[in-house]
């Protein structure tokens, strides 16, 4: 007996006698039945939009249909490889590749702040910098990270912290749902914490904008692990359902370290990302591009800096008395609310006749968040009345910032 040429299904020779051409055809239809079975597993569809999806060589399974407005993704820890995922939420974490740097790049006084939206311990003895990460084996061509790290030298086994506190109104999208935080991380080669862990976690609050490093009201920690760091980089994910009375969300790293810091006492994160899912996706930003990234993080603070030594701050001011002036300043974004603090260095006044009066205090009287009133008083031998701007006083490191931060 003869047989098809691709699936070997048996079919009567041409000598054969008709007499036999019932079982011919039963045998041909019997093979072709099996095979059949065998392609689709004997699978039933039986809703709309359910699809037949390959679980290994020669089988299949039913893949029902998924919810309205979800999408479908490759996913290799399913049996199908495939799985139905609600719509991408945007990365709600601001210079989650650590690109804007408003304030400096690096700091190892006690402020607060590091890179822009980015929040540090209030302990001495440590430098929070911007880094090179120098990897694209390892990393999605991430260009920068940040750097904490112990002084060498430094006897201190306080704590070493860095986070981000999100606003209310993009915490509560979350509320109720399961969320993926992931990050890139390597560690120095002195790095002291034991057994090389850095500890994250992903808390909630029940409160209105409140910064986590101060507290959060009602608050939960539902991630809450460590990672085994090495100097390679790696990346980490966690996953966790969040409470569906959340109206706070941030993420903190920690190291706690011990005995005495050597040379090379840090931990490097970038690439942090948090999302709807229980799969984390490939590294996004909340903007896609540096200005967008950037405007983003002006809503929370924004710094103005001279260029030249002389180079204006603020193109608008107006000598109030001989010892004062007043400016006003539009910010290039509108801020999170009124600022509520300034900071400065080395400004002077200096009006229409190119005199220069240097100004040593700045005050913020009632303001907006889209225009900003300053106020001095410690000029010496200005004419009332004169027009003129806010500029460096004879220094390329003048500047003049904006906090609406949390």
């Given at each position: 007996m003869a047989t098809s040429p691709i699936y070997s299904w048996p079919e009567p020779d041409n000598t054969?006698?008709?007499?036999?051409?019932?079982?011919?055809?039963?045998?041909?239809?019997?093979?072709?039945?099996?095979?059949?079975?065998?392609?689709?597993?004997?699978t039933i569809i039986d809703a709309k939009g359910d699809l037949i999806a390959g679980t290994a060589a020669d089988t299949a399974q039913r893949l029902a249909v998924g919810n309205n407005g979800e999408t479908l993704v490759a996913d290799s820890s399913t049996s199908s490889g495939l799985r139905w995922q609600a719509p991408v939420n945007a990365n709600p974490l601001?210079?989650?590749?650590?690109?804007?740097?408003?304030?400096?790049?690096?700091?190892?006084?006690?402020?607060?702040?590091?890179?822009?939206?980015w929040y540090r311990d209030g302990n001495s003895g440590r430098t929070f910098s911007r880094q090179v990460t120098n990897d694209t084996t390892?990393?999605?061509?991430?260009?920068?990270?940040?750097?904490?790290?112990?002084?060498s030298g430094n006897a201190s086994t306080s704590v070493v912290q860095i986070g981000q506190s999100l606003e209310s109104v993009n915490s509560i999208p979350y509320a109720g749902k399961t969320v993926t935080f992931s990050f890139y991380a390597r560690a120095g080669a002195n790095y002291s914490a034991a057994s090389g862990a850095l500890?994250?976690?992903?808390?909630?609050?029940?409160?209105?904008?409140q910064n986590l490093f101060s507290g959060y009201t009602g608050q939960a920690i539902p991630i809450n692990t460590s990672a085994t760091?090495?100097?390679?980089?790696?990346?980490?994910?966690?996953?966790?359902?969040?409470?569906?009375?959340?109206?706070?969300?941030?993420?903190?790293?920690?190291?706690?370290?011990?005995?005495?810091?050597?040379?090379?006492d840090y931990f490097e994160v970038t690439g942090v990302q948090l999302e709807v899912g229980s799969v984390a996706t490939p590294f996004k930003t909340y903007a896609g591009t540096i200005q967008g990234e950037l405007a983003a993080c002006q809503r929370y603070y924004y710094r103005a800096v001279a260029d030249t030594a002389y180079g204006s701050v603020a193109p608008y001011a107006v000598a109030a008395s001989?010892?004062?002036?007043?400016?006003?300043?539009?910010?290039?974004?509108?801020?999170?609310?009124?600022p509520t603090s300034i900071d400065f260095s080395?400004?002077?006044?200096?009006?229409?006749?190119?005199?220069?009066?240097?100004?040593s205090s700045l005050t913020l009287p009632a303001n907006n968040n889209k225009q900003v009133i300053l106020v001095s008083g410690s000029m010496t031998g200005a004419t009332a009345g004169h027009a003129g701007r806010l500029t460096g006083n004879n220094s390329t490191a003048a500047y003049l910032g904006f906090s609406a931060e949390l």
């Open positions: 054969d006698l008709v007499k036999n051409g019932a079982l011919a055809i039963r045998t041909l239809g019997d093979a072709i039945d099996t095979t059949m079975g065998t392609m689709v597993a004997k601001l210079n989650s590749a650590f690109q804007v740097w408003q304030r400096g790049t690096s700091f190892t006084a006690t402020s607060v702040y590091t890179a822009d939206r390892n990393l999605p061509f991430i260009q920068y990270c940040l750097r904490a790290q112990r002084d500890a994250y976690s992903v808390r909630t609050g029940t409160g209105t904008d760091l090495t100097t390679t980089w790696q990346r980490f994910t966690a996953s966790a359902t969040l409470s569906a009375s959340a109206t706070e969300l941030g993420v903190l790293f920690e190291f706690t370290p011990v005995g005495t810091a050597g040379a090379n001989s010892s004062g002036f007043i400016s006003m300043i539009q910010p290039p974004v509108t801020m999170r609310v009124s080395t400004l002077a006044f200096v009006n229409y006749a190119d005199t220069l009066y240097a100004a």
